[in-house]
């Protein structure tokens, strides 16, 4: 009883060193005409939550120039390939923003097929688009039926 002190383990500094990498780090590999290049960043910012926004803000020529991206943790171990869950996530990050992306980020989401969000307005506009495609195919239909 009373207010005794409990002394507990003292980490070594290999425990403290495996705590300080024990997370989840993310590495983006771009890819150039001429080149591939890894961004520089922090560990800080080496997250999904910092790559997502990244994406989003199409940092770094992303995700037009987007490789490959990888996960890995050094503690556990871990690495692996994670374009698609990446993906997944900054779709899911449009619409909780209610924002529509921008457009080299919305032909990336769609080569993954991911759901990201569309306002009125750019439904609107593809709407139009689409439209005015089918009637310029008319119109060259009638021309070589014509010609």
């Known amino acids: 009883m009373g207010n005794g002190i409990q002394i507990g383990h003292r980490p070594t500094q ?3 060193t495996a705590a300080k990498y024990d997370r989840d ?3 983006v590999f771009l890819k150039y ?8 960043t922090s560990m800080q910012s080496a997250t999904l939550e910092q790559l997502v926004d990244d994406i989003i803000g199409t940092e770094m020529d ?5 490789d490959s ?10 690495s692996r390939i994670v374009d698609r869950e990446v ?3 900054v779709a899911e990050r ?21 759901d990201f969000y569309e306002s009125d ?15 310029d195919y008319r119109r060259d239909l009638r021309m070589m039926a014509a010609g």
């Not at 992303?62 to 987007?66: T, Y």
């Open 14 to 16: 290999a425990e403290m």
């Open 25 to 27: 780090f993310y590495v």
């Open 33 to 40: 005409p001429d080149c591939f290049a890894i961004p520089e």
């Open 62 to 66: 992303m995700p037009q120039c987007i």
């Open 69 to 78: 991206i990888v996960h890995f943790n050094p503690v556990s171990g871990i």
């Open 87 to 89: 993906a997944d996530a």
């Open 94 to 114: 449009t619409h909780e923003l209610r924002k529509t992306p921008h457009e080299s980020v919305i032909d990336w989401l769609e080569q993954w097929r991911c």
């Open 121 to 135: 307005e750019y439904l609107n506009q593809r709407a139009q688009e689409h439209v005015e495609g089918l009637a």
